[in-house]
């Protein structure tokens, strides 16, 4: 504990580290106060039914930070900028254009992020749109015609705000913004969790062993999150001598690094997109007439993993599918070989080019199959720890929500222990 305390002291001693976390803790009042402010002509009682109906709505709640269900200005959350950024990521391999933009250096970068903000924009007022009228037509928004306007508006702007609220903390503050807000989401429902377990305990509903069996399943994914989270494999660089200029740099001996996880929660969030959807939607029409809605339950229960092995196998092989694939977008193998050898550098035993291209694509297809299956447990803890643990109210002990806080909570570790280090104190992580 105390070789915890020390560095906490020391980063906030730090006149510039101190105004950064307190940047970042201001920016997390700021947004609790915002999923606090509702959208008027809400039937609330509604909504909440409708989130608890499907895991999707549920996944999208836990990234807006509850404001989902309460419906309030930043309902929409951050999920808009997320899309924009990683639909510009794809695009950067279709289009020679923008890759080739991206490669510009800093005048690239904000070339980019400027095209990323204004389809944020457009696929926050049309995702704002689709949302209203749907609600509106389950008869859960009172609202029609032009009166939608102002409410897609202010969700748009809802959007809009949390992504200026992230570039401001990634520039200003300590930490990835978006990355930050969705911590806070998810930190933010937590509290209400805890008091609804403490509530079932009180009434008899769970008892001991069911606790401590969360928590030891808590503890168990946590520790298993983070060895893999920081796992990478090393892989030995050899640089020669070069002479630019007048100068000669000596070669020597490095490592580039390929982290087991390298695709992160992304291929969670597009798992679920893609299997979720039939169930969520299945969800709709279980309230029709005769023999179809008794069909749309059982097509529901037949989509959600969890509820049918068929369901669960096709969300692992997903979540298999879009880490191999993000991994691929994010870890581009061509250049890296390309780089070392035009820097002067080689794998001892590999010749540059195709053949390190090739070194490079094995090692990272054998490595990214063990981040694979890992986020494929992952993925399904959250459907199967209620029933192992018998707690049905406390949700981020699996799944991706506890992925999401401890990934964060490292790299914001990480990123102060780089300005303390720089700095001469010792770090939080030895």
Known sequence: MVGVLGPMIAAFKLPDLRRRILFVFGMFAVFVI???????????????????????????DMFSGGAFRRFSILAMGIMPYINASIIFQLLGIAIPRIQEVAKEGEAGKKKISQWTRWLTIFLAMVQASMMCTWLTTGGILQASGV????????????????????EQITDKGIGQGV??????????????QVIRTVQTWQAGV???????ALLVVWLVTVAGIIYITKGERRISIQSAKRVVGTRIYSGGSSFLPIKVN??????????????L??????????????????????MGDFFTPGESWVASGIYFATVIFFTYFYTAVSFNVADVADNLKKYGSFVPGIRPGRPTER????VLSRITLAGALFLGVIALLSYYVPDITGVQSFTVVGGTSLLILVGVALDTMQQIEAHLVMRQYEGFIK
């Open 34 to 60: 915002g999923a606090h402010i509702p959208v008027p002509n809400i039937n609330h009682e509604q909504m909440r039914k409708l989130v608890e109906q499907g895991a999707l709505l549920g996944l999208f």
């Open 179 to 192: 990355s930050l807000i969705i911590f806070v989401g998810i930190v933010a429902g937590m509290p209400g």
């Open 147 to 166: 009166g939608l306007i102002p409410i897609v508006l202010t969700l748009t702007g809802g959007t809009c705000f949390l992504m200026w609220m992230a």
């Open 277 to 298: 959807l039939p169930a969520q939607v299945a969800s709709f029409g279980q309230g029709l007439t005769g023999g179809w809605g008794e069909f749309m339950r059982r």
């Open 206 to 212: 769970i008892s001991w062993p069911n606790i401590f």
């Open 359 to 362: 070194h490079l694509d094995r």
């Open 262 to 275: 390298t695709a992160g929660v992304i291929p969670i969030i597009f798992a679920v997109a893609v299997v």
